[in-house]
Every structure is written in structure tokens, then in C-alpha cells.
């Protein structure tokens, strides 16, 4: 077996959410007159809340105080968990759901590995909070991606020794992480063409070819 465990980051591998988080922060960027488009929003995918603000407020020519930050962050998120309150089961792509059980029917462990504080929230909403091995969050990490503290706490709780594990990312920021600490990387979507990667992925059942 060339892999013992797989860790998945979930805002645009697991599920569509990375849609979510770019109509959140296109409302608050509106709000404050700064330009915003799909490019810097793909540099803020597997990037904490307050960083990604930090990368959007790059285009804004005024001074902002921690105080107003944290009103516009704190702004964004309830948008964000509005957008997250209708989701279902269904929102989970056929592909993805055969895939993860492939993975389990071939005994290898899965773990989330996401930056993301609303990470329990999501699976449990799409019903999958229960099927991983382990979850780490932003709720336990002290850094967010390009470090690799969230993966590397995922193979601690798995008590699966990093090159062991394989990352799935569709964040460049994730597969940097998951690169730096000898962990291999599939990557998908926005991340599919990023060289540092170890295998690019149409779709996640591609997954299934390298493990
Ligand atoms: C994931 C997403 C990022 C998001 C981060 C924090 O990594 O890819 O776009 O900024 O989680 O999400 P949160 O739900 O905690 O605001
Ligand atoms: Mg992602």
C-alpha cells in the first residue's frame, strides 16, 4: 500500500463552499469600494478568515483599525453561514461521495485537514461528520496554510506518519503546506496546474489511480 492515509481539505475538494466564501466577501469588498475577482479569491482559498481579509484589503487605499477588521470579518462570516445554513446531503458530488468510499473500502484512513472554524459545522450539515477518522480545523491550529499545522495535526490524530499520507488540495497555499513537510499532493481545481503538486486531478475519482 503506497498510502495509509489521506487527508482532504473540504472548502472546494469535499464540497462546493469555496463559492460561498467568494459571494461572502464579494459583499463586503463591495461594501467597502474594493475591487475583488475570481484571481484574488483563489488567493484566498486554505487561507485563515483574517488573512484572507489582510490580502483583500491590499486593494484599499484607507487605513482600517483591528477593531473595524474584526467588524467586516465577523460580517463575512455571518454572510458566509447564512450561505451554509441550506446545505444538504445533496450537496455532496457523487464522485466525491464514491470516492471517499472507495478510499474506506480499501482500508486507508481519511482525516479533514481545512482551515476553516466552520469545518463541524459543514460536515455535519452535509452528513459526512461522522465518516472521517479525524477532523482538523481552524479551530486547533495556531497557523494557517501555507503552514503545515493542520495536516500535520491530522496525521498525529490518525497516528499516521507523514510520508505516509497523501493531501488533497485545490488550494496552491494547502499544497505548499503539504509539500513542505514530505507529505504527497493531489491536486484539484484551482490548484490542478500548480507544479509543486504530485499528481493533478480532474475530478476526485482520479484520486483512486495513485493510491
Ligand atoms: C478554508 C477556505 C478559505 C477560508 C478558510 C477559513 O481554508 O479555503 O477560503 O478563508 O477556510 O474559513 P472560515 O470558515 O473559518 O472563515
Ligand atoms: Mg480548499
Redo the contacts with the bound molecule.
Sequence with gaps: MKYKAVILDL??VICHT?QY?YEAWRTIADELGIIFNEDINNR??????MQ?FDIILENYDKAMSEDEKLFYTDKK?SI?VDLLHAMTPLDVDPDVMSTLSAIRARGIKMAIG?????AKMILHKIGLFSFFEAISD?TNITRTKPDPEVFLLASEYLDIDPPWCIVVED?KAGVDAAKSVNMDCAAIGDAADYAPATYSLGKLSDLLKYL
Design positions: 472548502d472546494g469555496d466564501h484566498l482559498r486554505g487561507v485563515g478568515r484572507s462570516n458566509y481545512s482551515s476553516s472554524q466552520n481552524g488550494a
